[in-house]
């Protein structure tokens, strides 16, 4: 069993209909027929999403995601159409509001890795394989990868896990086209990525994207590379062989793996609330994370 702790209320606002609740965003479509996503404060781990709220991690998901944006309109275009807060809604939607194009959406979770940890490093240990592409063998947890790979997931409902799965199968649910649009735009997002967090002193380790259809184009959408996301890892602490320190909820699952929290992960009892100094921690890895990649101070 998992999901929501505490599933909260969506907010009601003149002229929106809600469609969603996720783990983090809250979904609305307008009167025009646009879509607007809310980042809330919600966090998630271990597939339940937690009754305490990291303070300003929906506004940096929002704004470091439209920094990227603007950083891969080239390769990809996107869909956020604007960020004006819809006439009505709560002041507190302002920084963590965006306008989108509402498109077809690809069913499939496309994940890039130029580095192995996580389900993939599972995966080789078992196999020497990370969904079916077959890896080098001497690799270990935080090796990087001979070259970036694309490993696709298939979408869970919210509290189920993402079942990585093989690019044939990707080819056989959305077709053999659309799957190497997929890889492609994938690939290059992920290499652009890489090498501006390199820059930055940032491991850009893996990531995960979502990719709809306006017409016929390819568009990226939901939340691009913030730590919700994807894996950043301080190039100056990268050590092969044993887990990363990484900008993003690690203080979160820590905590609640620990004796302090005395949850077991593996019963059917919901996680407990977080403690002040974890909540201050996150919120910090998420800030220097938005600041390390951006050059910008968050105000």
Known sequence: MSGFVEKPEPIEVPGLVHLHTGKVRELYQNEAGDLV???????????????T?????????????????????????HHVIGTDVPAGA???????????KSLAMVPVECVARGYLTGSGLAEYEESRTVCGLALPEGLVDGSELPGPIFTPATKAAVGDHDENVSYEEVARQVGAETAAQLRQATLAVYSRARDIARGRGIILADTKFEFGFDGDTLVIADEV??????????????QPGRAQPSFDKQFVRDWLTSPESGWDR??????????????????????EAYERLTGATWA
């Open 225 to 238: 590379l913030t730590p919700d996301s994807s894996r950043f890892w301080p190039a100056d602490q990268w």
């Open 53 to 77: 709220e990291i303070p300003d991690k929906g506004r940096i998901l929002t704004q470091l995601s439209l920094w990227w944006f603007d950083r891969l309109a080239d390769l990809v275009p």
């Open 37 to 51: 996503m809310v980042a809330s404060d919600r966090t998630s781990a271990y597939d339940w999403v937690l009754p």
């Open 90 to 100: 709560p002041a507190d939607w302002e920084g963590r509001t965006l306008v989108c």
């Open 266 to 287: 593996t019963s059917e009892q919901p996680p407990p609330a977080l403690p002040q100094h974890v909540v201050d921690a996150t919120r910090a890895k998420y800030v």
